[in-house]
């Protein structure tokens, strides 16, 4: 057990929420560390002068924002991001192993187009005009290539609603930035991207999980946490869903943007994956408009380097979304833009679009084989799939076996938000694998490992 008594004396506000605050904290600056057991109740109550249920309430608030995890007879640990292996590790992949951990985007041969692009942005007598300071919200010409590009992905916008991004993870950050303000609540699916995770803890917003099913997050469960506290957004994942691969259906959307309007809720829509389906809904937003804030990058289906975002936004948030563009990187790379700007008007971007739908749908093939006759969910058009395990095997003890056998992939409680106890999957992504044939082999280990069943030493101790 860590022995953890956090400084709180001088700390504002409800007790508990001072506990929860100095937990987070201790875990940014590494004085906690993931798989920590944190003290009892009763014991942090005692050093702390403080009741056990005010313990209790901070040991609660912590596991709602996802920086602990309780164990029924263990205790309460500090979570265990294999998230940040996932973001960051694994370029520090053993020798040899089959990473099957991120979703990058799927090798394809049309991508080779985009060094030729590249060479003509170089050339260009612009060229030295994109190396000096720029709008916040990017170029008049490079907010309209995002419009472009949307629409000829079937959402029509114009230039004046886009502002121009860091990539699309940025473009969450902005918008997060811009919409709401430390200790504000917002809500997402309870399996969620976990970068959305991350933003939360360093914008310091108190992220609650909806309860789901298939299709997404539950109306219902989504109007109770709004009568329950003061929601300011939600955010959704909502065509080829990370991790899950599910595209959520149309009544479903409007059903949660009905929601969203009866309680003046923003919609973070997160569509970086949504150009990779042949046909999809419209988006949530679009059910809301005034609402609605639409992010897209070019990372899943052009190229993961290429640090582009897009996000569309109502026209009395535009203020917002600079002010908090100047305060995060005074402005996405307008070098970066101007290809993206290239790509997309010489029609390289949407080539390599439709090699990387068609490479997905081999890879995804090659899965969809692997695992017959096991529960696993991989809409068209996904580059990844969420393989349900099957009992008694626990998805960090899965991820642990498929790894000694030179296999990466991720488990379920990278995702989870709250209560890390009831899912038990993992991601298994096609593009990172150098080729299909070892793809191949990995999805032959991982039926393996699922066929064998986890050994007698793990079952009895589970």
Known sequence: MTKWTPQIAEAAGPRYMAIADALAGDITEGRLKPGDRLPTHRDLAWHLGVTVGTVSRAYAEAERRGLTAGEVGRGTFVSAPASNEHLHRWNDAPPGSIPMRSSFPIPCPEESAIAAVMARCAASPRAMEMLGYQPQRGRPEHRQAGADWLTQNGVETSGEQITVTAGAHHG??????????????????????????????????????????????????FEDACRAHDVKAIYLCPTLHNPTSVTMPDERRRALAAVARRYDVAIVEDDVFGFLAEDRPPPVGSHAPE?????????????????????????????????????????????????????????????VAAGRRRAAAQRRDLALAAFRGWDFESDPGANFLWLHLPDPWRSNAFVEEAERRGVLITPSDVFQVGRRDSVHAVRVCFGPSRDTEELKRGLDILAGVLQEGPSYAFSSMV
């Not at 902005?174 to 970068?195: K, N, Q």
Request: net charge negative.
């Open 172 to 221: 969450m950050l902005v918008v997060l930035a811009a919409i709401t303000r430390p200790g504000d609540h917002i809500v997402a699916d309870s399996l969620t991207y976990p970068g959305m995770l991350g933003l939360a803890r360093l914008l310091g917003l108190r992220l609650d999980g909806l309860a789901r099913d298939r299709e997404g997050p539950l109306p219902d469960a």
């Open 291 to 351: 609402l609605g804030y639409y992010i897209v990058g070019l990372s899943k289906t052009v190229s993961a380097g290429l640090r582009v975002g897009y996000v569309v936004a109502p026209d009395d948030a535009q203020l917002r979304l600079s002010q908090a563009i100047n305060s995060t990187c005074w402005m996405a790379c307008p070098l970066t833009a101007e290809i993206a700007a290239e790509l997309i008007h010489s029609g390289v971007a949407a080539e």
